[in-house]
């Protein structure tokens, strides 16, 4: 069984994500951004006793202030960042199509990349937030201590911000493909 920490409704609730959006197109997107991004700032560990608590409905003190206050609000950023596109597009087994109603007007690509944007800005502040409690908390949190030691032990992010990737060419621009 799979444990989310948040629900649809509170994503809807809570998101620019409009309420009659169908759970089913949401929860896929609760559980990557869950095991993509909440599982990486917390480590295995830390993951894990969380998902326990929730299952068994005995989350409580610190860990408690964690879920509530750190990990639901990150994890509602990233599964709406990880969502939009799929709230914009729909797969089938013929095409990708806009979803579209009688009543609005589709946003254009550009669009739905300048909110997915301002969205991933929102979900690494929340994110870094977490991270920055539970190194203030560290003595309090033995599973963020000590995230395991098996080979798919996943050990927590130390920094929540993505500054890009250096390419090291010297200051040149960019010229992939040109005369190389």
């Known amino acids: 069984m799979k444990v989310k920490f948040i629900k649809p409704e509170y994503l809807k609730k809570n998101s620019a994500i409009s309420g009659d959006v169908d759970d089913d197109i949401l929860e896929p997107y609760i559980f990557k951004a869950q095991e993509v991004y909440i599982h990486r700032i917390l480590g295995t560990a830390l993951y894990t006793k969380l998902k ?9 003190g610190i860990y408690l202030t964690i879920l509530n206050d750190y990990v639901c609000p990150a994890l509602l950023e990233y599964a709406t960042y990880e969502a939009l596109p799929f709230v914009y597009l729909k797969l089938t087994n013929k095409s990708v199509s806009k979803r579209d109603s009688e009543f609005s007007t589709s946003a254009d690509l ?4 300048w909110l997915r944007s301002t969205v ?3 979900s690494e502040y929340q994110a870094q937030r977490l ?19 098996t080979i798919d032990t996943i050990r927590p992010s130390s920094t929540s911000y993505f500054g890009g990737v250096y390419l090291g060419n010297g ?10």
């Open 52 to 60: 326990a608590d929730v299952t068994a409905g005995s989350v409580t």
């Open 120 to 122: 991933l800005d929102i």
């Open 110 to 113: 550009s669009e739905v990349k």
């Open 171 to 180: 200051g040149r621009d960019c010229s992939w493909g040109e005369g190389r």
């Open 131 to 149: 991270t920055d409690y539970l190194k203030t908390n560290i003595a309090l949190i033995t599973e963020y201590q000590n995230p395991g030691s």
